[in-house]
Structure formats: structure tokens, C-alpha cells
DNA sequence: ATTTGATTGACAGTATACTTACAATATGGC
DNA sequence: GCCATATTGTAAGTATACTGTCAATCAAAT
């Protein structure tokens, strides 16, 4: 006789792993960009803006590896930074296809005021497990999309952001 | 003096849940992908081909309900099965307004021949735990996923599937 | 029965997140 | 110096994932 095939359920899928990251995601954006209506800012544009303040005259390139984030779409996010004029992009003097990136003073400033709210969403997405279960999942979760890292499309290369220093020194 | 600032790094950004959250979200939709490649399918073509399956004649109000999918969103990836003949529309006899879904021939045997592709996926996400941690994992995860549903701007509610059942009943 | 309010699917708009492709430019091998 | 190759930013195309709004329709209250 032919081998019985799984039953197909919605119970199947909720209970997948693709699924649950999908589903955090999509709770932990809600979270965020509630907590900081103010600000007007997206979760990736606040990494944007953090890479660019922790690592100023970055190239485009360079910050989608840090952030882990593709390069086409980064530069749609930049566009939107640079308009709400909280980023500045200066041509380079060595390297005529590079635009290095810097934050404004009101960039600067956003980033600055920011921070609380920020860490309002993240402490809020967590507020619900207990105490020792929210060190378990982050504990995991680092593990795990670390281990993963070069299955994902764009992986995170936090080293590249010293790169440019290497250049000319 | 002035409270001191919590300086602004990186690696906090690494560490935040919400940084981990998009980028598990990442990797899993990339590995789902590439284990799906020869069905030409993504994550949420999939999980809306299942609860059609699961619930033959929902319209696409109830599915996004069942997968937690935003309603608009939804349509566009109805149109796209629909494009690949996966998925009919019927309109609905007693309301104009409602047009039911049902899967295909096609879109029920490529659900049945893409099972084996989905489960190795979804195994290959959480491969490089060992088996108690994931298993750790996943608990957390669903327990925070559940308990967060209502942060989430389109919540689930699976129950919402039967409905459409009680109307003629 | 008519009006009020809710529901349904559709559309336009914004923002990720990826693909491939391309022109401009740089770099390394010769 | 010249040429093959690589890099950089950009653009077009696809697919989520949301926000609104809208017309058609339905249901319920008067």
C-alpha cells in the first residue's frame, strides 16, 4: 500500500518555525513604529541612522553589510533619510562612484531623542514572557540567526564598516 | 550634572529583539525559498494555498483573518495564484460582494508534491540548535507570538475560518 | 421602506526586501 | 599603458506588509 501522507492543517503551519518569525516580525514592526509615531521612523531606517552615527563617511555599500541589508533597498532607504533631511550624502574625493554618508545635526539630534522609545518597543516585545524566558529567547535567537548567517541573502558583515578607515592609512 | 546618555552602538542594535526578529524573518524566508524553488512558491503562497485547502469556499476577508495577513496585501497574492491557476474566485450566490476561493486541481497537487520541500525547510531553520534548544525555542516563540497577537495590527484569529459555515446553517 | 452603519473587495500610496541588469568607474595583471 | 575584471550606485521588476479611501452591497434600526 502507498506511505500515508501528513495530514495538511493550519495547526501545521502555525506551529512552523517560518511561520512564528513572520509573525514576530510583523508584531515587533507594529510595536515599533507605534512607540515612535513622534519620530516618524522606521526600524530600518533607525539602524541606518545608528550605523551611519557609529561609523560617519560609510559608503552605501559598506552600511548594507553592517545592517544586514540589501543594497538596492538601502538605497530607497537613504533616499527617504536624505529627504527628511536627516542624512547627507558627499561625493568622494578618491573614488568618483562612492557617496559617503553622514548624519545631519538634526539627524544627529533625532537619534539622539529617539533612543528612550526605541528601547520602550524592544523592552515591549519581550514584556510578555517571563524575566529568565526573555534572557532564554535572546540567548537563542542570537545563536541561531548567528549560525545562520550565510543562509540569508545579504549576510551581516559588521567588520566591513572599518574598511574604509584601511583605505588610506 | 546631566544624566549620563546611554551610549549609541551597534551592537546594541544587534542585540535587540526586534534587529533579531527581521532578520530570522530574513533568513527563514530565504531558506524557504530556495528549498521551494522548483515550485515557485513563497511562504505566505503557501500558507494562504493551505487554509484554502484547510477551508475550500473562504472568502479573502476570513483568510486573512486565518493567516494573519493584512486584508490588501491578500488580494495581490490572491491574483498572483489566481495568475498561475493554483487558486478560482467564484463570486458567492447569496452575497454580491464575497467571492469565494478554492484551490485548483493544479493548486492542490502542488500543495500535496511541496510538503516534503516545506519540512525540510522549516527543519533547516532551526538546524544548527541542538534539538532541546530548539524545542526551548519554539515553545517561547508560540507563547510570545500568542501573547503579543493583539500588537500585531492584523491579529489572528483563526476561529474566524468557521463563519462561513454557521451563515446558511 | 428607507436610512444608517458595517462589510467586502478593490485601489492608491508608502516602505521594506529581494532579483537582475547596467553604466560609470577602479583595480590588477600583463 | 591596456584590458579583463570587479565595484559602486542606480534602476526596473517582483513580492510582502501596511495605511488609507472608495463604491458596491448588505443588514439592522427606525
Known sequence: ???????????AVYA???YLFRRMQQIAVAIFVEECRAFDLTPVQYAALV?????PGIDATRLSAVIAF???T???VIERLETKSLVERKPAREDKRVKLLYLTKSGAALLRDIVPSVER???RMLQPLKPADRKTLLALLTQLVDLNNE???VPLRAE???EHLGKSN
Chains 1, 2 share one sequence.
Not at 500500500?1 to 495547526?11: A, E, G, H, W, Y
Not at 550605523?51 to 561609523?55: D, M, S, Y
Open 51 to 55: 550605523a551611519i552615527h557609529t561609523h
Open 70 to 72: 540589501d543594497r538596492s
Open 121 to 123: 518597543a524592544q523592552a
Open 1 to 11: 500500500m502507498p506511505s500515508k501522507t501528513p495530514p495538511i492543517t493550519m495547526d
Open 151 to 153: 543562509a540569508s541573502r
Open 16 to 18: 512552523a518555525p517560518g
Open 160 to 162: 566591513d564598516a572599518l
Open 74 to 76: 538601502l538605497g530607497n
